[in-house]
């Protein structure tokens, strides 16, 4: 089959809904648009009946014991700001300290450090050079004021996957609240609320071939029951967590994706996993001097976090563009122009997490596909290598850390 | 962001890529930046001893597509031009002429940074050649 251009392989930025999931959603839109609040008419029965059916569909996917654990957001970023700031807000009396880590997403980074303003104290724990969170390191970190620990599953660049079952028994040993961002890892590998011992968990729809502007978080009522005070005030929605009318089609959508995740992950995880392997392989055998960010096995099946000494990686992506999308922890292709902060943390050098590229594989991407990008980059880091001063340096012999760099 | 179409034909298309040996009698080298910041530039004008005029120039780059473009773009500037007149290359004409957006200026600064650098280079190693070339 001839290739489609240009190829998406930057499926951790988000995914196409699939075409089941548009089908599920379009009635909601026209003939099924009532409001699920409207207790009194058909269309408000037919819409609550809907958005009860998404909120099951949620549930059975990540394990939850009852659906009503489930609150609808606008997204990964709102859930990640509820749990915290709503945990920190309810909680302030029993303590004022949170532990998280130094490679979250910037949501929650940055309400963290909001709440740092506001006279919390937050705990940013480092990562082993494999992408790990030391469960010990988490352990020494907590305090007797400790009402929160925050740990992703899976990180949005290098795809590593936290030992969740561990950090959510040690936070029940120590009684305290547990939330995770799961919104890279839902849908992709088993994502288990009881068995892990999870209390929050954020997660969103766009990432898991849903519809972008819904979201979720997963709220334990029983074994602790954990409270959170809202952020958004109105007509007491959601259980009084998050008020505003619901987006019905948004949240059918998001439920058909969720059920069939579940259908299909075993199946997808080893695909996508092979397919990825693949081009590692030839990625890694091919070119010297090229890194795997992260770590080798415990990773998200779908993502590949390459850094190639001495090309910078928004000119790799140039190189690559027109026919493939990718993204790169590069500072040139950030708002902030800073490198990387999750390559940084594995202690790598400034300029391996400038030259980072993140290859990250999807539902409808094609054996032919992964071949044609895999040559490509070959093609792509040699003609860039070829004009790299510090390749030159390098093949000369030169130690480039001994030479004395200007910086701006 | 989208990239000028001057940026994507240099970067497809880079003018004088290479290196001279650096001890070659009128070669100027320039390496500007660092690696943590991810762009690197390193630019050589080889100077006719006799003429004085540069005969030609070449680049080698690490850094971002707008780095690239806009010192290949530098390399065909220096061509042709005396010394006095290649160290009156401005950033700003770099940025002009590839219309780089504000965030891409660093880069025709580098650019600016590595030319100067090569003539500070070939001054301090080929003037005195030079002035004897100039006096026979």
């Given at each position: 089959m001839a290739l489609k251009f240009p190829i998406f392989l930057d499926a951790q930025s988000t995914t196409p809904v699939d075409p089941r999931v548009v089908d599920a959603m379009l009635p909601y839109f026209t003939e099924k648009f009532g409001h699920p609040a409207s207790r009194n008419h058909p269309f408000g029965w037919e819409a609550e009946a809907a958005v009860d059916e998404a909120r099951a569909q949620l549930a059975r996917l990540i394990g939850a014991r009852d659906a009503k654990e489930l609150v609808f957001t606008s997204g990964g970023t709102e859930s990640i700001n509820l749990a915290i700031k709503g945990v920190a807000e309810m909680y302030r009396e029993k303590g004022n300290h949170i532990v998280t880590t130094v490679i979250e997403q910037r949501a929650g980074l940055d309400v963290c450090k909001r709440l740092e303003r506001q006279g919390f104290e937050v705990a940013y724990i480092p990562v082993q050079p494999d992408g790990l969170v030391d469960v010990e390191t988490v352990r020494k970190a907590v305090t007797d004021k400790t009402i929160l620990i925050s740990v992703m599953f899976a990180n949005n660049e290098i795809g590593t996957i936290q030992d969740i079952a561990a950090i959510g028994k040690l936070a029940k040993e120590k009684g305290i609240i547990f939330h995770t961002d799961a919104t890279q890892a839902l849908g992709k590998i088993p994502v288990d609320v009881e068995a892990m011992g999870i209390d929050l968990l954020s997660c969103t729809s766009h990432l898991i071939y849903g519809p972008k502007g819904v979201g979720a978080l997963y709220v334990r009522r029983k074994a602790p029951r954990v409270r959170i005070a809202p952020l958004i005030d109105g007509g007491g929605h959601e259980r009084g967590m998050r008020s505003g009318t619901l987006p019905v089609p948004l949240i059918v959508g998001f439920g058909r994706a969720a059920e069939i995740c579940g259908e299909v992950m075993a199946e997808e995880r080893r695909r996508l996993a092979g397919l990825r392997d693949h081009l590692q392989d030839v990625i890694l055998s091919n070119v010297d001097e090229a890194f795997l960010n992260g770590h080798p096995e415990r990773r998200l099946p779908h993502n590949l976090n390459i850094s190639f000494a001495y090309v910078e990686g928004e000119s790799v992506l140039m190189g690559l563009n027109k026919e493939t999308a990718l993204s790169s922890g590069s500072a040139c292709t950030s708002s902030t122009l800073e490198p990387s902060y999750v390559i940084a943390a594995l202690g790598a050098s400034a300029e391996l997490a400038h030259s980072s590229i993140r290859f990250s594989l999807h539902r409808f991407n094609t054996a032919e596909e992964i071949d044609y990008v895999g040559q490509r980059t070959l093609e792509v880091v040699k003609r860039l290598r070829e004009m790299s001063p510090l390749y030159e340096l390098a093949k000369e012999g030169v130690d480039i850390k001994s030479i004395q760099w200007k910086a701006e | 962001m989208a990239y000028s179409e001057k940026v994507v034909d240099h970067y497809n298309n880079p003018r004088n890529v290479g290196s001279f040996a650096k001890d070659t009698p009128g070669i100027g080298t320039g390496l500007v930046g660092a690696?943590?910041?991810?762009?690197?530039?390193?630019?050589?004008?080889?100077?006719?001893?006799?003429?004085?005029?540069?005969?030609?120039?070449?680049?080698?780059?690490?850094?971002?597509?707008?780095?690239?473009?806009?010192?290949?773009?530098?390399?065909?500037?220096?061509?042709?031009?005396?010394?006095?007149?290649?160290?009156?290359?401005?950033?700003?004409?770099?940025?002009?002429?590839?219309?780089?957006?504000?965030?891409?200026?660093?880069?025709?600064?580098?650019?600016?940074?590595?030319?100067?650098?090569?003539?500070?280079?070939?001054?301090?190693?080929?003037?005195?050649?030079?002035?004897?070339?100039?006096?026979?």
């Open positions: - | 690696p943590e910041c991810g762009d690197v530039m390193k630019l050589q004008i080889k100077v006719n001893l006799e003429t004085g005029l540069i005969e030609d120039a070449k680049f080698k780059t690490f850094g971002c597509g707008s780095a690239i473009a806009s010192s290949s773009l530098a390399t065909e500037w220096l061509k042709g031009k005396t010394v006095d007149e290649a160290a009156k290359i401005k950033n700003t004409d770099i940025v002009n002429e590839l219309k780089l957006p504000p965030v891409k200026i660093h880069c025709s600064v580098l650019a600016e940074d590595a030319i100067k650098a090569a003539l500070t280079d070939y001054r301090e190693k080929w003037a005195s050649a030079r002035a004897a070339a100039d006096s026979k």
